[in-house]
């Protein structure tokens, strides 16, 4: 057959050649969405109930921001800045390196009020204090685990275990995928080195593949090897995945195997992504004040570029996007660690509320910043370090059906336990399913006997939180 070029393609050469695909993709839509889901698992459901957000950007500060030198300030512990803690404060406490008897720390940075709301936020966060009437600030979470790799993957799984499904495989598998071109559910990395708990952050756990997070680099092709090597154009590589694809599908009405379904799925959306993701990852398209905005500079991977990357992803249907900043670990050089950290994170975070706000996007993109854990509110590293700290610490969330301009919790008067309104990362999860127009206790998958879900056994929407 003679070749044409993509402009001269004959409307009987269309039809002759892809009436296969044009009958798949009129057959999908007339079929009811159950069905669908079980020819496409990435085919756009329901939830249980209107929901209030439709998307998610997960910002996890991975290592364990200290909420006492960011959002939760402490005067007494100021006031007994190198003295014992109380006696009666560590019975049963178990930190992860140092030993509880530890000096007192106080905080290393000033605070003040801001907005509307008087929220207390760090000097060391200004653009965040810009925008303190939009989100809500979250003083009393807590978790189970103290070391970095369990806590991580507890909050992004809802146990400290490997194995289970994250948050974002919970929601494409609940919720099926907008995009056609792109995964429903991105990954980005940057900082100092990636996560501690590794792929098991964004992995389907017992759930199929396909509901997995993508990995995606900042510059360059999102994902390695998506263009086509030489030699290999467009026509012969189309030919080739029609092949493999009959094969996939011949065994995959053999077997069953849904893992089938997702090799097929991963092989069409690598197809489409070849002409969708070089467009999404062209951020200098943007116009100059918005780069300005998040500080991002196109050509040079950053968390400003992935906050920004994020927001392009949203807007072209994808379900969930997670970006994990791995730099919050500061056993000691506390000071200029977090003076770091805050100038490489605040001003883009701070960005992508505001952009998404103006957009008219924020109403239904709900937004997540925190990292697995809090530090202890006693030293270590000589007078300018922190240990890892479950018992309390802070997370903001803004949009998507978000109370905004609240303070939801309360720490003690040395930020060491929760007093009131304490939020476990099971009510975290009930609540963001919640906004996402879910019942935690009914989004379910049956595995090894029993009913699996996100929160477990556990799980309270925190009624404080939602607008």
Known sequence: MTRRAPHQIARRWFLQNCGVGLGSITLANLMPPALQAAVDPLAARQPHYAPKAKNVIFLFMAGGPSHLELFDYKPRLAEFDGTLPPAKLLEGYRAAFIN????????????????????????????????????????????????????????????????????GAWLIYGLGSESQNLPGFVVFSSG?????????????????????????????????????????????????????????????????????STRINSFEMAFRMQSSAPELMEISQEPKHVLDMYGAEPGKPSFANNCLLARRLVERGVRFVQLFHEA????????????????????????????LKQRGMLDDTLIV??????????????????????????????????KPGIT??????????????????HDLHATLLHLLGFDHTKLTYHFQGRDYRLTDVHGQVVEKLLA
Not at 132 to 156: E, G, L, R
């Open 328 to 355: 919050w670990d500061q056993h000691g050089d506390l000071v200029s660690g977090l003076t770091e950290n805050c100038k490489a994170t605040d001003q883009a975070c701070a960005a992508l509320v505001k952009d």
């Open 192 to 260: 100092k080195k990636g996560p501690s708990g590794g792929n098991s952050n964004w992995g389907a756990g017992f759930l199929p593949t396909v509901y997995q997070g993508v990995p995606f680099r900042s510059s360059g092709d999102p994902v390695l090897y998506l263009s086509n090597p030489e030699g290999v154009d467009a026509k012969l590589q189309r030919d080739s995945l029609d092949t493999i694809s009959r094969l996939n599908r011949m065994r995959l009405d053999t077997v069953g195997d849904p893992e089938i």
């Open 408 to 425: 939801v919790g309360e720490s003690d008067d040395l930020g060491f336990n929760v007093v009131a309104d304490g939020v476990h990362v």
């Open 100 to 167: 509880p008897n530890s000096k007192l720390l106080g905080p290393k940075f000033k605070f003040s009020r801001h907005g509307e709301s008087g929220a207390e936020i760090s000097e060391l966060l200004p653009h965040t204090a810009e925008i303190a009437d939009d989100i809500a600030i979250v003083k009393s979470m807590a978790t189970d685990a103290f070391n970095h790799a369990p806590a991580q993957i507890m909050m992004n799984t809802g146990s400290p275990q490997f194995g289970r499904p994250s948050m």
């Open 369 to 402: 910043w925190g990292g697995e854990f809090g530090r202890t509110p006693m030293v270590q590293g000589g007078s300018d370090g922190r240990d890892h700290h479950p018992n309390a610490f802070t997370m903001w969330l803004a949009g998507g059906g978000i």
